[in-house]
Structures are given as structure tokens and as C-alpha cells.
């Protein structure tokens, strides 16, 4: 009677699923219809051109560090619709870009006068592309909000900057002359210095008010219930950048929605992630659980390579790949894993069996279908040529560390207080990292969204095959996963260039 019932809500899941899905792709297709997506380029900078119709401003929008062009398409696409000429693109080692970041990423004459002068060539591409001899505005998310401000200065005809989350040493209480702040509620920090921007200008200013001291104009807004991310897809957001160029570089068209995508790339996602669950089902019965070491050995077995990976591996300079901090994480995974796996096999646990079927089916969900869906509407997750050897140098780490895993998690079948702690320990060494050599690895920082995304998403799928398709299946599948997020989002960076 309980198989039958699995059975029965499987087949549940399996419709809703795909009913949701197909909800979700409709919304997110219906987005972009009548708006013309054009491939530019400015040198080796990839772009793309937004626009309804051959006429109307220009607005460049930059993403901020570890983003792409995708992330910030709600904005594109919502400017698109009310007539703006939009042109979008990815920084150096970002995304589709195959040219590396360089310089001192720590002086303002180092890396970041180098996306400025990337920035400008795009501006100059795409006035030339458009025709476009008007004013410009300029819109960047976090790191791009400073190099939009920075670019601005330098250009001419600039008309309005939007800056997202917002943190820059370049405004002034006299320059630039035209922002729009816009922050999440839940960035406090920047908050403050989105408010310190306006009271600059007139003391005194809140949130939500716009403030003018001669040709200055500036306004602080704050999208409710969002942060770094969310603050890309609020409709407060959009409303606000729409409204606020509307104001300064006037189109012909009405007033149009905004492209409130957000919601339906979390359903689209939630969906896929969903459907792994009845499918991993046709592989077979589920599997007897492995078992598991006692609480005491699995207390150790935790915390003796959390703490000594990270102490050697900050030992460890190679420097052989193009990747910020990609070499030292590679090796403190490498000995995460190594470590968990030997004590694991000195208690007698044993890899057992592989299933190819399970960790084919794994990778194909995992990879292709999810993977193609996020780099059409949300990141780009489809790596180009460069990165493929650093995907597999990184699996070098990301194997072992992601079968040991496997194994101290029963194939996913351990109890949730087991599953927690080890996710919980593996940000812990992260951190342990970090805090030995802050210069050097403050960037491991980037992986932490990215690794709750995958312990979230591609975890939770690995779970459900492992399951039915046994502990190397899943760790084997889940490493190989994890080194391809890992290796399509670190930025590529060269030091020496």
C-alpha cells in the first residue's frame, strides 16, 4: 500500500512538474516577444542589442563581478519593451568573454580602469551599431556600478546612470550629475551608502525622495524584500529605472510593463529540480540505506579535514590556472575529499557498486536540461572553450570531495542533522581559508552562493538518484557538476597580462 502511494504522488509530481515547467518557459518565451535580439561586438567583447524598433536612446548595461549578460536581463528586456536601444555585455573573463581580467585588483588605476575603458568601447560599439549620436545612459550592478560611474565622467553626452547596489569612491556631492540608487532592503551596508549619495546633495534627504542642488539630481531607492541578487528581477527596480530615464531620455513609446521574470525563473528552476524526483524512479526499487559511522566518528570525520585542508592548501601557491583562487581550492577540496575517504574506508564503508545509468541520468538533468535553461534566462552556465580545462582541473578536487560526500551522507539517505553538518563544515573550512590568507582568497567568498545553489539544486537531485542509483553515482555525477558550476563562474583572471 506505501509503494503504491510513492507511485501515485510520483505520478503527481512527474504532471505538475512539467505542467509548471511549461508555465514557467511560456512566461519567461513571452517575455522577450517583438523584441530583437542582435549579436555585437566591441574587439573581443561580446554584447547583445535589445530594442522594439531600429530608433530610440541608447542605455549600456554592465553586470557586476561573477555575473553575465543573463543576470541582468530583466532590466534589458523591460527598457527593450519601453523603447530603449539596449546593450548588454559581458566584462573581460566573464561569460562569453574569452579575454581574462588583469591588473591590480585592488588600485583604481589596475582592474578597474580597465573595465572603464571596456565599458567605453562598448558605449562607442554600440553608438556605432545604433547610429545612436544622442545621450546615453549607463546602468551597473555592484562592481559595474562603479565602472558605469567612472565611465561616465570620462564620456560625453552621458544623459542618466543607474547604479544597483551601489558602492563607488568616484560620486561626489558634485558628480555624477544624474543617479538613480537603487539598493535591496536586506543590503544595510550599501543602503548607507546609497543615502550617503543624497545627503550629499541636500541634507537631510530619505529614501525615496528625489533631490536637486543645481544640475544635481539624484535619488536612493530601496526594493522591498530583496538583496544583492533579488534587487536585479524587483518590479520596484524596474519600475524605477524605467521611470527615472523616461524622465531624462524621453521615448516615444507608452509606458509598458515591466519584465517581471524573476518569479517565473524560480518556478522554472523549482520545477526541473522537482521533476528529478519521479524520474530518478525509473532507475530501479530504492536502494537499502548504507550505513552510517556512529555520531562520534562522524563528528571527526568532519571536523579533522575541515580544519587541516584548509591550513595546507593556503601553503599551496601553483598558479597554473587563469582562475582566481581556483588552483587553492582545488587542492583544499582534493584533500577535504582524500582525507574523509580514507578514514571512511579504515571504518570499512566501501564506494559499493556504479551505475552509470543513475550518473548518466544525473549529468543529462543536471547539465543539460537545468544547466541550458539557466543560461538561456538567468547565468551563464555554458562554458566557452577556455574553460574547459579549468572545469577539468578542478575536478581533480571536486571528485574526491564530492564522493566523500556521498559517502558520510549514505547517498543522500543519511538523517537531515547528518546532511547539515556536513554542508555546514565544508563553508566553515571555506572560511578557515579565507581568514589564514584574507589578500590572497577573499574571492573564495564568490563561491559561497554558488555552492548553496548546488547543495540547494544540484544536491537535492543527486539525493534522489542516489537513491535508487547508489553512493558512487551520485558522488561521482555531483563532482563533475560541481566542477563545471564552479569553472563557468569564477572569473577568468591573469595576472601577468
Known amino acids: 500500500m506505501a509503494a503504491h502511494r510513492v507511485t501515485w504522488l510520483k505520478r503527481v509530481v512527474l504532471v505538475a512538474g512539467l505542467m509548471l515547467g511549461a508555465l514557467a518557459i511560456w512566461q519567461l518565451e513571452r517575455a522577450r516577444l517583438g523584441i530583437e535580439r542582435i549579436a555585437l561586438t566591441a574587439g573581443t567583447t561580446p554584447a547583445t542589442l535589445y530594442q522594439t524598433a531600429p530608433e530610440g536612446p541608447l542605455v549600456v548595461i554592465a553586470h557586476g563581478f561573477a555575473g553575465s549578460r543573463q543576470l541582468m536581463e530583466a532590466f534589458s528586456l523591460t527598457l527593450a519593451r519601453a523603447g530603449y536601444r539596449v546593450a548588454a555585455f559581458d566584462f573581460e573573463g566573464h561569460g562569453r568573454n574569452p579575454v581574462p581580467m588583469s591588473g591590480d585588483v585592488d588600485a583604481i588605476a589596475g582592474t578597474t580602469a580597465r573595465l572603464v575603458a571596456e565599458t567605453r568601447r562598448v558605449v562607442a560599439a554600440a553608438r556605432g551599431a545604433t547610429g545612436n549620436d544622442g545621450p546615453v545612459a549607463l546602468l551597473g550592478h555592484s562592481m559595474a556600478s562603479d565602472v558605469v560611474i567612472r565611465a561616465a565622467l570620462e564620456e560625453d553626452a552621458i544623459g542618466a546612470i543607474v547604479a544597483v547596489s551601489m558602492f563607488s569612491q568616484a560620486v561626489t556631492a558634485t558628480q555624477p550629475d544624474n543617479l538613480l540608487i537603487l539598493t535591496g532592503q536586506w543590503e544595510p551596508h550599501l543602503r548607507a ?151 571512511l574506508r579504515v571504518l570499512g564503508i566501501r564506494v559499493g557498486a556504479f551505475d552509470l545509468r543513475a550518473m548518466a541520468r544525473l549529468l543529462v538533468w543536471g547539465l543539460l536540461v537545468f544547466g541550458v535553461m539557466l543560461d538561456r534566462y538567468a547565468a551563464s552556465f555554458i562554458p566557452i572553450p577556455d574553460r574547459l580545462p579549468i572545469i577539468a582541473a578542478l575536478a581533480v578536487g571536486t571528485l574526491p570531495f564530492m564522493l566523500a560526500d556521498a559517502l558520510l551522507t549514505q547517498g543522500g539517505q543519511a538523517r537531515l542533522w547528518r546532511r547539515v553538518a556536513a554542508r555546514v563544515a565544508v563553508f566553515m573550512a571555506l572560511g578557515i581559508a579565507v581568514a589564514l590568507d584574507p589578500e590572497r582568497l577573499f574571492f573564495l567568498v564568490i563561491i559561497f552562493p554558488v555552492l548553496i545553489l548546488f547543495y540547494v539544486v544540484h544536491g537535492l537531485m543527486g539525493r534522489w538518484i542516489g537513491q535508487h542509483g547508489g553512493v558512487l553515482a551520485a558522488g561521482v555525477g555531483l563532482g563533475l557538476i560541481l566542477a563545471w558550476a564552479l569553472g563557468v563562474s569564477f572569473p577568468l583572471f591573469d595576472a601577468g597580462v
Not at 592548501?313 to 584533500?335: E, F, K, S, Y
Open 193 to 343: 551608502v546609497a543615502l550617503d549619495a543624497v545627503t550629499a546633495v541636500r541634507p537631510g534627504a530619505t529614501e525615496g525622495e528625489t533631490v536637486t542642488n543645481g544640475a544635481i539630481t539624484r535619488r536612493a531607492v530601496v526594493a522591498p524584500f530583496v538583496e544583492h541578487v533579488g534587487v536585479l528581477y524587483s518590479p520596484v527596480s524596474l519600475r524605477e529605472t524605467r521611470d527615472w530615464l523616461s524622465e531624462r531620455m524621453p521615448v516615444a513609446a507608452p509606458v509598458a510593463p515591466v519584465a517581471a521574470i524573476g518569479p517565473w525563473i524560480s518556478v522554472l528552476m523549482a520545477a526541473t529540480v522537482l521533476l528529478t524526483w519521479p524520474l530518478a524512479g525509473l532507475l530501479g526499487p530504492r536502494l537499502p540505506a548504507p550505513q552510517p559511522v556512529s555520531p562520534r566518528a562522524f563528528w571527526a570525520i568532519l571536523a579533522v579535514p575541515a580544519v587541516v585542508a584548509p591550513v595546507v592548501a593556503t601553503q599551496v601557491r601553483l598558479d597554473l590556472l587563469p582562475v582566481m583562487v581556483a588552483d587553492t581550492l582545488a587542492v583544499m577540496l582534493a584533500l577535504y575529499g582524500a582525507r574523509q575517504i580514507a578514514a
